[in-house]
């Protein structure tokens, strides 16, 4: 099967613009997870689609939104981009669709984005 | 905030020699998973414990779990130059309802000498 894909692999915006990110998952995965990785923060959890629905949210402002489409392909949108916006953007896909904690998570390459 | 908190931050090695990493976490799991990262890409998948299991093997890697102390270990036996490379432990908090949500340590960057 082909991993998870991601593009564009590299963005660079400049502050105040918006941004929109795209992910493949896995096929026959359904749930798909968005991560912010910087130097600073190291990993955060964004959030997390299930079947469109929008399961799990972490703790980013609203500037950061996303949605998952019938196929499962999900995008991540990031209005009036700031330079602390500045980092890789990893998505994630899983097959699982029950409970027994989290799964093994399968990420894309990411999307390195850089805000000037 | 980040769950776990890796021991040591850096790891400087020989090729041949074992590496060892921690990781503590605060509060109670479902499991605990580590992953792999080489230069700022993607994750790679390594292993996964459940909070109900103590060590798991997959190859030259040995993960241990201790709920009472909330910590794990990753052990890479007979390392390699390509294992150079940043681990991250992650939990998952007792998430419920097969939410799927990763709070990631700070990792450990692996740097092994040939």
């Known amino acids: 099967k082909a991993g998870v894909t991601q593009t564009p692999r590299y963005l660079i915006k400049t502050r105040g613009q918006q941004v929109t990110l795209s992910c493949s998952p896995i096929s026959g995965h359904r749930s798909v997870s968005w991560y912010q990785q910087t130097p600073g923060q190291g990993l955060q959890f964004l959030f997390e689609y299930f079947s469109e629905t929008q399961r799990n949210k972490g703790n980013f402002p609203g500037r950061f939104s996303g949605r998952q489409f019938s196929n499962s392909r999900s995008e991540m949108n990031v209005s009036t981009l700031e330079l602390g916006d500045s980092a890789l953007y990893l998505c994630a896909s899983s097959p699982r669709t029950s409970g027994g904690g989290t799964d093994t998570q399968y990420f894309g390459p990411g999307t390195r984005l850089t805000v000037l | 905030s980040q769950q776990g908190e890796e021991d040591p931050q850096a790891l400087s090695i020989q090729e041949g020699e074992n590496a060892t990493m921690n990781c503590s976490y605060k509060?109670?799991?479902?499991?605990l998973q580590w992953y792999r990262q080489n230069s700022g890409r993607g994750l790679v998948h390594l292993i996964l414990i459940r909070s109900n299991e103590r060590e798991k093997h997959s190859g030259r890697l040995r993960v241990t779990l201790d709920t009472s102390k909330k910590s794990s270990s990753l052990l890479i036996t007979a390392s390699r130059a390509a294992d150079t490379a940043s681990y991250f432990c992650?939990?998952?908090?007792?998430?419920?309802?097969?939410?799927?949500?990763?709070?990631f340590g700070a990792g450990t960057r692996l740097a092994v000498h040939p």
């Open positions: 992650a939990t998952d908090g007792r998430v419920s309802g097969g939410y799927n949500k990763l709070i």
């Open positions: 509060t109670s799991i479902n499991n």
